[in-house]
């Protein structure tokens, strides 16, 4: 006789919820001053600062690119509770030796670290799929939701205030809260995966680049994924540069920098939560998708060439709306497999969002760098470049929408 999965305690399920939660919260609470902490390794040197922030952030994702299917493969082999504990414990310590690194060798290897530990995002998505009915699950991944925007508006915010008195002192307390949801987990946390139900571990499990083949079946997704691949480039010209560029062009401290990326996250959320499915019921998915890129490119262009931070500021609500093109093409591409492929389809979003994770912070922050150098481009001296380029990518993004995908022609494979 199978056995069954052991009905998980409420507190279980908190704890899975908490766990995203401090994840997002320790990872927000070093985005305002990790940059600023490289550029003090080197002596104020804005320029190279946003070249090595940029390959850190690059390594960072490709760390998590390649870690989370491995991780997820030994969670189906071992259990989900070992994967998720580990990962906790692994993570506070890696922002102990970031809090601690004397040098930028140390600063780099400890980050990279914090990368594959932070890939077991998805171990705890399975372990929700474990404990909860097929009628119960989406409103349990909709809570995992939450924490993931409840833990980037409450982290910036508090490092960048811890940041303004100390650098490193974000990097303690983002360890600390680690540390204590793995001591915390290791007295409440059952595990979801029986032993009958487990599965040997294999490498080609574990391949990330394996779940790309669906879009290349499927010639009509090639589009859609292209436009969100895009999209997805574009937004990481504001996690590449933004602290540096708030710093350089209006003079933001550690605590301007957290308090703005709280507001933005605030406003993405208020769109994302509120108005995408009035928005995609009243309008239709292509529509809000070309509006949604629309506004971002407006957004972005506001945003590279304000003048003043409150002129910066005009931009947020344009940079929320683009917030609706991401479900709004999802939306579009699920309508386009067959039921059956809807798993894969999710896994080749996330392997399309982790190598645009690799190449935006190495291209943006190059950009940025270029163009507040000794010689730029053209001669041209404009801090806001990065957010050009992606304002482009974003309207050229809108354009091929408007005229390649259909509005209501839509084959799906049986």
Known sequence: ??????????????????????????????????????????????????????????????????????????????GRRPVILASNLGLGLSYFVMA????????????????????????????????????????SMGLLGIAFGLGFILGPAIGGLLGHY???????????????????????????????????????????????????????????????????????????TFVLYGSYRYGWTERDVGLVLALIGVSAAIVQGGLTGRMVHRFGERRVLIAGLASGALGYAIYAFAPTGQWFMAGVPLVALWGLAGPAGLGLMTRRVSPHEQGRLQGANGSLLGISAMIGPVLFAA????????????????????????????????????????????????
């Open 1 to 78: 006789m199978s056995e069954e999965p052991r009905p998980p305690r409420r507190a279980a399920i908190a704890f899975i919820f908490i766990t995203i939660l401090l994840d997002m919260f320790a990872l927000g609470m070093v985005i305002p001053v990790l940059p600023k902490l490289v550029e003090r390794m080197l002596d104020g040197d804005t320029v190279a600062a946003a070249r090595i922030y940029g390959l850190m952030a690059a390594t960072w994702a490709l760390m998590q690119f390649f870690s989370m299917p491995v991780l997820g493969a030994l969670s189906d082999r071992f």
């Open 166 to 240: 100390d650098p490193r002192l974000p990097f303690w307390a983002a360890g600390a809260c680690s540390l204590l949801n793995a001591a915390y987990g290791l007295f409440v946390l059952p595990e979801s995966l029986p032993h009958d139900r487990r599965s040997d571990f294999k490498w080609r499990r574990a391949n990330p680049i394996g779940s790309l083949k669906l879009l290349r079946s499927h010639p009509e997704l090639f589009g859609l994924a292209g436009v969100l691949f895009m999209s997805n480039l574009a937004h990481l010209a504001l996690n590449s």
């Open 367 to 414: 950009i940025f760098a270029a163009f507040i150098g000794p010689s730029p481009p053209l001669q041209l001296h404009l801090p806001g470049a990065a957010f050009l380029l992606a304002a482009a990518m974003l309207a050229f993004a809108a354009w091929y929408t408007a005229v390649t995908v259909p509005g209501l022609r839509v084959r799906v494979r049986e």
């Open 100 to 139: 601690l690194a004397p040098s930028l060798a140390w600063l780099f290897a400890a980050r990279s670290i914090s990368g594959v530990m932070a890939a077991s995002v998805s171990t705890a998505q399975a372990y929700v799929a474990d404990v909860t009915t097929p009628e119960k699950r989406a409103a």
